[in-house]
């Protein structure tokens, strides 16, 4: 399952009956990644312990790769990239990024379908095992 790649960070205020017209309420979450620069392309490699393993396609060279994982979290999510945000980890693989305005059934539901395609190309990184 996906939930324990992320964790979604509790509302500030949670009012007692929603506003009338107002959609579902949108959540924040802090998806744990492992990145592997200097790839292909962008795309979701599999699982890599807790985090979600990413290739990314730039180097780790002016803060690029970083750049590329931001836009390929926020694109994966189908968000603007200014409501992702890296929080830590930008000198290394292990990285966390805050993802605002999201529904967490939607987010799920994303990196679901983003895991059964990496597993289903038979290179996954669970298949190999963690290094």
């Known amino acids: 399952m996906a939930d ?12 007692a009956t929603p506003a009338p017209g107002a959609g579902p309420e949108l959540d924040t979450i802090v998806l744990r990644l492992h990145v592997q620069p200097g790839a292909g392309r962008a795309s979701v490699a599999g699982r890599h312990g807790d985090a979600l393993h990413v290739r990314v396609a730039p180097p780790p060279v002016d803060n690029r790769a970083n750049e590329a994982c931001v836009a390929f979290v926020a694109d994966l999510l189908d968000v603007p990239p200014s409501q992702v945000e890296l929080v830590r980890g930008d000198k290394s693989r292990e990285k966390r990024l805050r993802v605002r305005g999201v529904d967490v059934t939607a987010v799920r539901a994303a990196l679901a379908d983003s895991l059964a ?11 190999r095992g963690a290094r």
């Open 4 to 15: 324990d790649l992320f964790d979604v960070e509790p509302r500030a205020t949670t009012p």
């Open 117 to 127: 395609r990496a597993g289903s190309s038979g290179r996954s990184a669970a298949g």
